[in-house]
């Protein structure tokens, strides 16, 4: 099973303390061995950095793990091959354009069988299902949606049927993003933590590494972060059930209402 993670902020932040424990478990503390990748928005441009090597080896992942990118939303992704040869161009996540703006992919999952008709204007580099499912989704919003990005709880609906219909051929856990919204779609496995004021000490799961969060954010700063098991062991995770769909902006879940209303999660609390 692969490992996702994911990142969305109110604010720009970076993602090391989170990732250091995220890349161990790509061949050290887990048996994902089959490649990595990372995805950072910053404004309309995104960096991706891919590497078929595993990532707790990798020197492109040191690098990143050193270097403070700081983005309001980040996919990441440490391989466990099942379909497709172990190649860069089947390393997640995966990058298309749609309505003027990147859109970044990630899937853990097997899809078996998987054909969809696809129009041509997306298409597979790889080999993998991941890739294909990602291609089909864009090919179906661009034709639902032919003059450009909808309302949000329009396109929620659209991809929670997408998401319905592509799982039900096998686990289709996924997180997506477009620089402004992180949707994260749980199969089998997913979960996410809040961290907003009052900010305490959180510990890596997979490394001898704790960090005290009072020292490097202010009180109005708020991230989830998005994993397929939870990075730390000394905090509240919150599975994400089977089936869902969960929109997240500004660091916060968003309740997309059935009425086109968009409720969104309060504000962090302010300290004296």
């Known amino acids: 099973m692969c490992q996702l993670m994911g990142m ?9 303390f989170s990732f250091a424990g995220f890349r161990a478990r790509g061949g050290r503390t887990d048996h994902h061995a089959d490649g990595w990748g ?20 990798s020197p492109v992942a040191e690098l990143v793990r050193q270097y ?3 983005s309001l939303n980040v996919i990441a992704h440490i391989r466990k091959a099942t379909q497709g040869d172990v190649r860069l161009e089947n390393t997640h996540p995966f990058q298309r354009e749609l309505w003027g703006r990147y859109w ?6 097997n899809l078996k069988p998987f054909a969809p008709p696809l129009s041509g204007r997306f298409q597979p580099v790889g080999s993998t299902d991941s890739e294909l499912a990602f291609c089909h989704i864009l090919d179906v919003l661009a034709a639902r ?3 450009g990005m909808p309302a949000a709880d329009a396109l929620h609906a659209a991809l929670r049927e997408l998401a319905c219909e592509i799982g039900s051929l096998g686990e289709c856990n996924f997180l997506l ?9 749980c199969s089998s496995r997913l979960c996410y933590i809040i961290r907003q004021a009052p900010f ?4 890596l799961a997979d490394e001898d590494l704790e960090l005290d969060f009072r ?12 994993a397929t098991t939870p990075l730390t062991d000394n905090e509240s995770w919150i599975q994400i059930p089977p089936g869902n769909l969960v929109a997240f902006r500004e660091g916060a879940p968003v309740a997309l209402g059935e009425t086109g209303t968009v409720a969104q999660s309060p504000p962090p609390a302010r300290t004296p």
């Open 215 to 226: 020292h490097v954010t202010t009180p109005d700063d708020r991230v989830a972060v998005i």
């Open 38 to 57: 990372i995805a950072f928005f910053e404004g309309k441009g995104v960096r991706v950095f891919l590497d078929p090597a595993p990532s707790a080896r």
């Open 8 to 16: 969305n902020c109110n604010v720009p932040t970076d993602i090391c």
């Open 200 to 203: 305490t000490v959180a510990r």
């Open 177 to 185: 993003s477009d620089g402004d919204w992180l949707f994260a779609h």
């Open 104 to 109: 970044i992919f990630a899937h853990n999952g």
């Open 68 to 70: 403070p990118i700081r």
């Open 145 to 147: 949606f032919p003059h």
